[in-house]
């Protein structure tokens, strides 16, 4: 018997119950930890072809940085109203000093990033053309972290943890949330009541057991299972077999155009069909669902109300070019919309 997946709109109706949750979100201090980027944007014009290779000669117009990965994740955080308390490495170079910069443009504090004299900061460079992304240039390192800087990062995160609602991990395979310090950082988080909200990356989940709840796409969980999803059967029992075998208590799906999926040990499945209007650019829209997830239950929302936000917010973010955040005025907008 093949499964029909039903979807859940019940947001619809309840938007003075939604609205008075995200008023608390100013309120809410969240803590990240990962791997820090720097998103750097070239845009410009092509109008010729370069007669030293069959490429396009970009006429740059202006150049443009955003904070990246874990650090995106921040910047949603601060978007919404929350406090972000960030936690990454950095290398020492200039890319770091632009790095800062760009934190606090975006009202996010640097004082939990950490110099790693002995890797570069991870950095992505996109030469955009008429709206279109021709090439990207990247600069990283996926080597573990030294025994010492994770115990730097470790001491760091224990002393802020007290402060916080609740705590993220943003795993973006850079090498900083390795299997130790996810396991230290979650019983960390069990020790002060403070749930963990997990964008994984890789093959294996089981570095994130104990977490409230990891929030992968369709391709991480087909990796991660080895298996591929097709139909919605698959989708259920994929879902099952990663929360099963690798100690996960929830697991939110992100299956873009077709929405979400949560999927809890204690509760039926929610599906909710996407908000997205259009859809221009996905890019970091899996750093506004787990900020959202956060800052939801940070403010005591059940999961699946922080599920219906999430949703909301990663309707809003696909719908603008390169990596985005949702503001709260956008959010309640969306909601009464």
Not at 14 to 30: R, T
Not at 72 to 84: K, P
Not at 243 to 270: K, N, V
Not at 298 to 318: E, F, P
Request: with cysteine.
């Amino acid at each position: 018997m093949v499964m029909r997946i039903q979807f859940d709109d019940s947001w619809k109706g309840n938007e003075l119950e939604f609205e008075e949750l995200i008023s608390l979100f100013p309120k809410q201090s969240i803590l990240i930890v990962g791997d820090v980027m720097l998103d750097t944007y070239i845009w410009g014009d092509v109008r010729r072809i370069s007669p030293e290779a069959p490429v396009p000669v970009v006429e740059a117009r202006s150049r443009t940085h955003a904070p990246g990965g874990a650090a995106n994740v921040a910047s949603n955080v601060a978007a919404l109203g929350g406090i972000a308390l960030i936690g990454g490495i950095v290398g020492a170079d200039e890319y770091a000093d632009q790095f800062r910069i760009v934190l606090a443009e975006n009202g996010v504090d640097s004082e939990g990033l950490l110099t790693d004299h002995h890797r570069p900061t991870t950095s992505k460079m996109r030469i955009i053309a008429h709206s279109q992304q021709i090439a990207r240039v990247d600069q990283e390192s996926k080597a573990p972290l030294s025994r010492e800087m994770e115990d730097t990062l470790l001491e760091w995160v224990e002393k802020m943890l007290p402060m916080a609602g609740s705590c993220i991990l943003s795993d973006y395979d850079k090498g900083v949330v390795s299997a130790s310090l996810a396991q230290k950082i979650i019983l960390l988080a069990k020790q002060y009541h403070k749930p963990v909200v997990v964008d994984p990356k890789g093959a294996d989940f089981t570095k994130y057991r104990g977490a409230s709840v990891i929030t992968p796409n369709i391709s991480e969980a087909e990796r991660a299972t080895r298996r591929e999803i097709r139909s919605d059967d698959d989708i259920i029992v994929v879902s099952k077999l990663l929360m099963d075998t690798m100690g996960i208590g929830r697991l939110l799906l992100t299956r873009g155009a077709q929405g979400m999926s949560l999927f809890s040990a204690e509760e039926p499945p929610l599906h909710l069909s996407t908000v997205a209007k259009n859809v221009y650019d996905v890019t970091g829209a899996g750093d506004t669902v787990v900020s959202t997830i956060a800052m939801a239950l940070s403010a005591g929302a059940d999961m699946q109300k922080a599920a219906k936000l999430a949703n909301l917010c990663a309707g809003i973010v696909v719908g603008k070019l390169g990596t985005a955040r949702v503001s709260l005025d956008e959010l309640r907008q969306e909601l009464h919309g």
